[in-house]
């Protein structure tokens, strides 16, 4: 596997059953005190950071600011697992840690999930793995067709199964738990975290989220000569490329042209680059960017994790790389996640007009008249008292309808209401269908009490799923990619202004722009607008029509009767006025390229996992 990734034992005997399994796939191992194997796996030399004091041991993977001495240290005022967490309380980045003291074993990502855990049963004991992937191949216990079809609704998988995993028998830990590892073989999570109330106002909120972007950024500049960052134009690369500035690092900003004369990104992109003349500004042209939908042909490549949501922009990722690495970065830094923190949705108006009556009206007054939400509609999504589980029971009735109009609010605790498209089977209808059901007969816990956030935190996560798969594409080209909007302190941060003031109707993204106030400049931080990429859409769906409908002449979603293709086929050679069906598709897509993927022989010595 020429992946990096990495497997977590507990230190007993219960683990040799792992441990042979593993051996023949591993170029790196780290010893337990004992002796024992602790971390088996592939990665680089530097990825691992390895800290020891008297019988207990802790490994950080990842991008942190950190080194072996201070954790050594604080690891040595640590009594047991429970308290490890205290190693690392501090240190800013985006990284997993492994902690072994006294027999146990503490295992937790990133609240984010861009650094996730997953575990499965291997002979007598429960092992860890960040790679569902690597424990896929171990059990062979296929993946759940169910899962695949319940992919096909959105873009990403729908609220509660944004962190599962379509291998049936490896689970995904949440990310605001952590895994406990014992030494009989068994495990138990635990709650690591808990959503701030949101309750700082906004200018001592803001100081707080400055000092956390200052730190997240510095994690990953701090051991880099060259860094690279987006320079799109929006608030979110922006920031993030004027911050890494204030590191002794050579900076390349990357931004491609837009195809719609109608998307003002250039104009801002070009105002941060005049404004930051030590760096070195990469633009490619029209002619030169790789446009959506490449590499969707019979034969591309994809990730073997799961299916990618970013699936339409995977040979611009891939581009990017290349890029940077000719430019010499081997750290890309991006603005994924700022959307999903500072404007992330209208859920919060359903807090607002209970607990702060006046303003909420007030907000919702605003967005109804932006938006020209229909009255009735808002009134219903705003009285609605459902619980997450009811929520599953109606979409579960509902998902042969037509998707709700764009003008029309939706304040659930979902992404958006769920819908099968018309090229799904109905054996993908009843399969959708009995999950759902079967889900919301037992107890579904919100993010937090709150959908304001509830819905950060469950974008945020998506968003970090997605960067994680991002980032293995990346690092394939030689250029790991950082968001440092997913780091865990930004994050909490973040979630703990009020939420009136966090995001508003009449200011765009308050709460970042009063965070980066003095250094970014002013105008920068007044823009009023947002990119559209329809243009871009269009000529990349004329470029690469032939090979999307390629794919589905010998598609594994048919095989598997879950797709019609002779369906799918027609809606993509039917004409498109607006992006609106064909957009629902990209779960298609994902889907189908990741089955392939999994199907096909892997190059080098692990096999693919079993299918069903």
């Known amino acids: 596997m020429s992946e990096e990734w990495f497997a977590v034992l507990p230190d007993s005997d219960a683990a040799l059953a792992a441990e042979r399994m593993l051996r023949p796939l591993t170029s790196s191992v780290v010893d337990h005190a004992s002796g024992r194997p602790w971390l088996m796996g592939h990665w680089r030399t530097g990825t691992v950071l390895v800290a020891e004091a008297g019988a207990s041991k802790v490994a950080v993977v990842g991008q942190c600011l950190t080194t072996a001495t201070t954790l050594r240290m604080a690891l040595g005022k640590i009594r047991s697992v429970d308290e490890a967490e205290t190693v690392t309380d501090k240190v800013p980045g985006c990284f997993t840690l492994v902690a072994s003291v006294n027999g146990r074993v503490r295992v937790q990502g990133t609240l984010a999930a861009v650094r996730r855990v997953f575990r499965a049963r291997i002979g007598d004991a429960v092992v860890a793995a960040d790679r569902a992937e690597v424990l896929a191949h171990l059990v062979s216990d296929g993946w759940d067709e169910a899962w695949v079809a319940l992919r096909l609704t959105l873009l990403a998988q729908p609220y509660p199964f944004q962190e599962t995993t379509p291998w049936?028998?490896?689970?995904?830990?949440?990310?605001?738990?952590?895994?406990?590892?014992?030494?009989?073989?068994?495990?138990?999570?635990?709650?690591?975290?808990?959503?701030?109330?949101?309750?700082?106002?906004?200018?001592?909120?803001?100081?707080?989220?400055?000092?956390?972007?200052?730190?997240?950024?510095?994690?990953?500049?701090?051991?880099?000569?060259?860094?690279?960052?987006?320079?799109?134009?929006?608030?979110?690369?922006?920031?993030?490329?004027?911050?890494?500035?204030?590191?002794?690092?050579?900076?390349?900003?990357?931004?491609?042209?837009?195809?719609?004369?109608?998307?003002?990104?250039?104009?801002?992109?070009?105002?941060?680059?005049?404004?930051?003349?030590?760096?070195?500004?990469?633009?490619?042209?029209?002619?030169?960017?790789?446009?959506?939908?490449?590499g969707l042909a019979p034969g591309g490549t994809a990730d073997r994790e799961e299916p990618f949501a970013w699936v339409r922009s995977r040979a611009r990722i891939e581009h990017i790389a290349r890029s940077?690495?000719?430019?010499?970065?081997?750290?890309?830094?991006?603005?994924?996640?700022?959307?999903?923190?500072?404007?992330?949705?209208?859920?919060?108006?359903?807090?607002?007009?209970?607990?702060?009556?006046?303003?909420?009206?007030?907000?919702?007054?605003?967005?109804?008249?932006?938006?020209?939400?229909?009255?009735?509609?808002?009134?219903?999504?705003?009285?609605?008292s459902s619980g997450p589980a009811r929520e599953l029971a109606r979409a579960a009735r509902s998902l042969e309808k037509q998707p709700?109009?764009?003008?029309?609010?939706?304040?659930?605790?979902?992404?958006?209401?769920?819908?099968?498209?018309?090229?799904?089977?109905?054996?993908?209808?009843?399969?959708?269908?009995?999950?759902?059901?079967?889900?919301?007969?037992?107890?579904?816990?919100?993010?937090?009490?709150?959908?304001?956030?509830?819905?950060?935190?469950?974008?945020?996560?998506?968003?970090?799923?997605?960067?994680?798969?991002?980032?293995?594409?990346?690092?394939?080209?030689?250029?790991?990619?950082?968001?440092?909007?997913?780091?865990?302190?930004?994050?909490?941060?973040?979630?703990?202004?009020?939420?009136?003031?966090?995001?508003?109707?009449?200011?765009?993204?308050?709460?970042?722009?009063?965070?980066?106030?003095?250094?970014?400049?002013?105008?920068?931080?007044?823009r009023t607008t947002k990119g559209n990429f329809n243009a871009d859409f269009y000529v990349g769906l004329r470029r690469h029509r032939a090979d999307m409908v390629a794919l589905f002449d010998d598609s594994e979603l048919a095989r598997h009767k879950l797709i019609d293709p002779a369906v799918v086929r027609g809606v993509l050679l039917q004409p498109h006025p607006t992006t609106t069906l064909l957009a629902r598709m990209d779960g298609t897509f994902a889907t189908e390229m990741w089955l392939r993927a999994i199907r096909a022989p892997r190059a080098g010595h692990m096999a693919p996992p079993a299918t069903t």
């Open 404 to 526: 709700p109009a764009a003008h029309v609010p939706y304040l659930g605790w979902g992404v958006a209401p769920l819908r099968m498209p018309p090229w799904a089977t109905r054996h993908a209808l009843a399969a959708t269908r009995d999950l759902l059901r079967r889900t919301a007969t037992g107890p579904v816990t919100p993010l937090a009490p709150t959908r304001g956030q509830h819905e950060a935190l469950l974008l945020a996560r998506i968003a970090g799923v997605n960067v994680a798969q991002a980032d293995r594409i990346s690092t394939a080209h030689g250029v790991h990619l950082a968001a440092p909007y997913l780091d865990d302190a930004v994050l909490h941060a973040a979630l703990a202004v009020r939420l009136q003031e966090r995001d508003t109707p009449w200011h765009f993204k308050p709460l970042l722009a009063t965070a980066m106030r003095g250094l970014v400049p002013g105008p920068l931080l007044d």
């Open 168 to 294: 049936r028998a490896v689970r995904a830990v949440p990310a605001d738990h952590w895994l406990r590892l014992d030494p009989d073989g068994t495990a138990v999570e635990r709650r690591r975290w808990t959503p701030p109330e949101a309750v700082l106002p906004l200018r001592e909120g803001a100081v707080v989220l400055r000092e956390a972007l200052l730190s997240a950024v510095e994690a990953r500049t701090s051991t880099h000569r060259t860094v690279s960052t987006d320079l799109s134009g929006g608030m979110d690369s922006t920031s993030v490329a004027f911050l890494a500035t204030r590191s002794p690092v050579e900076l390349v900003t990357y931004r491609w042209a837009e195809h719609d004369s109608g998307n003002d990104d250039a104009e801002y992109a070009q105002r941060a680059a005049t404004a930051l003349p030590h760096a070195r500004h990469q633009v490619d042209s029209l002619q030169d960017v790789a446009p959506m939908f490449g």
């Open 324 to 384: 940077m690495a000719r430019a010499g970065s081997l750290m890309h830094l991006t603005g994924h996640g700022g959307d999903e923190l500072f404007r992330p949705g209208y859920r919060r108006l359903h807090d607002l007009v209970r607990h702060s009556c006046a303003e909420g009206v007030r907000q919702t007054r605003a967005y109804r008249a932006m938006a020209r939400w229909p009255l009735p509609a808002l009134l219903r999504e705003l009285t609605d």
